[in-house]
């Protein structure tokens, strides 16, 4: 850990906010990459970098696994930290349309550190992503597939939003009429030295019917249909492979697997949602099918 000023003390361990418009990256535009001022994990590439007008530096979107999302204790806004150390960084707001991705880190200048492309390396982010991969299920209401995976160990973030679909940046109304042929899914970044996408996926098919076709308990439409949006062929093969084992087991399984598209977040009200409210999921449960 790097030794902290009192200002950036403030901000990074006491979770505070620095002025707006003052940060010395808010008008940086140089090329490089941010990282955390903390640890030094990296967090932030420079080309994901916008100028929203708020006042501090802006990203559309992250390293992947870089950064933890916990709702605050009001249950209005959602923090993010340096997922390697804890350090606050600032804000996630997502629905404000500002970019493609729907997304803002609102981040504190104090909470980071900047390394010149000239200096850094491709190795600096590739190491921060060696480790970590990137999984979309759907299957029923996001809300509760996001509780449950996030249970898991390994896992260093889930994100409740739409994949599949016609549209871009869909919104949830635009969804739930069936127009827009979206899935509401969750995207999960995983430590694949502590937890393998097959344990996932055989999770995954443990904590919804994936019997069921449009529809997951009382929640019915074609946006809570049991699909596999997978990343890669080694995710295709596995999530396949598990279908032939159910329905080797007299599951009818109705999944479909999928190459991944563009993934859209979820407004700020679908992330986390139980966890905010201190509940828990009524229509995903653990069944053993193993």
């Known amino acids: 850990m790097k030794p902290l000023t009192p200002d950036e003390r403030r901000i990074i361990v006491d979770k505070g906010t ?4 003052t940060g010395k990256y808010y008008k940086h535009s140089e090329r490089g990459l941010y990282r955390c ?10 080309e994901d970098k ?8 802006a990203f559309d979107d992250e390293i992947a696994g870089a950064v933890r999302r916990t709702p605050d204790a009001d249950g209005r806004r959602t923090e993010i930290t340096c997922a390697r150390c804890g350090a606050h960084l600032g804000h ?18 104090l909470s980071l550190d900047f390394v010149p492309a000239a200096e850094s390396s491709d190795r600096t982010s590739s190491e921060a992503a060696a480790t970590t991969e990137t999984a979309i299920f759907a299957g029923g209401c996001f809300w509760g597939v996001e509780y449950l995976l996030e249970q898991q160990p390994g896992v260093l973030s889930v994100e409740a939003g739409y994949t599949g679909g016609r549209t871009d940046r869909p ?4 969804v739930c009429s069936h127009t827009t042929g979206h899935a509401e ?10 937890v393998s996408y097959e344990t996932l996926a055989r999770l995954f098919f443990e904590i919804h019917d994936p019997t069921q076709i449009d529809r997951q308990g009382p929640d019915i439409g074609d946006q809570y249909r049991s699909e596999i949006f997978y990343t890669s062929p080694e995710q295709r093969a596995v999530a396949e492979r598990l279908i032939a084992l159910l329905r080797s087991k007299g ?4 999944t479909r697997v999928t190459p991944a598209g563009p993934f859209w977040p979820a ?7 139980y966890r905010r409210r201190g509940t828990l999921p009524y229509c995903h449960a653990y069944t053993r099918r193993f």
Request: aromatic share 16%.
């Open 50 to 57: 916008f100028d929203a007008g708020c006042g501090w530096p």
């Open 92 to 109: 996630v707001f997502t629905g404000e349309r500002f970019t493609d991705k729907n997304t803002r880190h609102c981040v504190n200048s």
């Open 185 to 194: 899914a969750v995207r999960v970044t995983f430590d694949t030295s502590k």
């Open 251 to 254: 599951y009818r399984v109705a």
């Open 18 to 21: 620095e002025a707006p418009f």
């Open 37 to 46: 001022r903390q640890c030094g994990a990296p967090l932030y590439r420079s």
């Open 267 to 273: 407004e700020t009200c679908h992330q986390d949602y």
């Open 171 to 174: 919104t949830y109304e635009e």
